[in-house]
């Protein structure tokens, strides 16, 4: 992959083939955008895990199109090499045509792909913003927008064979429909190998296991930034939580 070249859906897609691995992560700002740009990540997310980490919700649920837009336009301002995309929040894609309205807004705002939740049963609304132009990545498995329904809890996915065939049935829906990709969230690690081996087109995992084309995660989660919680699948790299409040406490200390 070319350093300096833009990176595009179609550097993406051709990772998988030269079997690179594909690293992703959520930004919320314009610093955040530009500091991950710069250490080389290729695929960045204005993810609707802004939600929690970023305005204090208890889940996605909640996010708003405005939410969306609003930080979407500040990490857009960093103009990043890597690909920059956003999430279709919750309720914002029920019809194809609320799917094409809310996709051609964040395509105008800047994403250069959008991604939504979802397998067979959104095909309709990913083949009509495929058709508007605006590049699809696709989300299966545990989905964060029907946490409620799922009695507020993060459930693995594909234990059993019904599992198993619910998942490979939404992700040869998902390519079949012109998907450039698809996060797989919360998938037992085999299902995840045995949909990477399947798929033409790169998956990238999220407590799915090591076997998927990419992984990707919530940047605060990886640097330690939101301490109150982490998910069990993360390894936190940095402790930047605790680093910000000695050096706030520090700074206290000399006044």
Not at 149 to 157: F, L, Q, R, S, T
Not at 245 to 252: L, N, T, Y
């Amino acid at each position: 992959m070319n350093s300096n070249s833009k990176i595009t859906v179609e550097t993406i897609r051709s990772m998988k083939g030269r079997g690179e691995k594909i690293a992703a992560l959520t930004a919320y700002d314009f610093p955040m955008t530009r500091l991950l740009d710069q250490a080389g990540v290729p695929l960045l997310l204005v993810g609707d895990s802004l939600g929690m980490v970023v305005l204090g919700h208890p889940d996605t649920t909640q996010v708003t199109m405005g939410d969306i837009e609003h930080h979407l336009r500040a990490a857009v301002r960093a103009r990043p090499r890597a690909l920059l995309g956003a999430d279709l929040p919750y309720r914002s894609y029920d019809t194809v045509e609320q799917a094409v309205t809310n996709s051609r807004r964040l395509f105008d705002a800047g994403a250069e792909f959008v991604k939504a939740e979802g397998g067979c049963e959104i095909v309709p609304q990913i083949r009509a913003i495929l058709a508007a132009g605006i590049p699809f990545l696709g989300h299966i498995g545990m989905l964060p927008q029907h946490v409620l329904e799922e009695g507020g809890k993060y459930h693995i996915k594909g234990r059993d064979d019904a599992g198993r065939d619910r998942l490979m049935a939404d992700a040869r829906a998902l390519a079949d429909a012109g998907a450039f990709g698809m996060v797989l969230e919360l998938v037992t690690p085999p299902v995840s190998r045995m949909l990477t081996a399947a798929l033409k087109i790169p998956t990238i995992g999220i407590g799915s296991g090591s076997d998927c084309d990419g992984q990707i995660l919530v940047t605060h989660d990886l640097l330690g930034l939101f301490p109150w919680f982490t998910p069990r699948f993360v390894k936190p790299r940095l402790d930047a939580a605790g680093q910000m409040q000695a050096a706030v406490e520090a700074w206290r200390r000399e006044l």
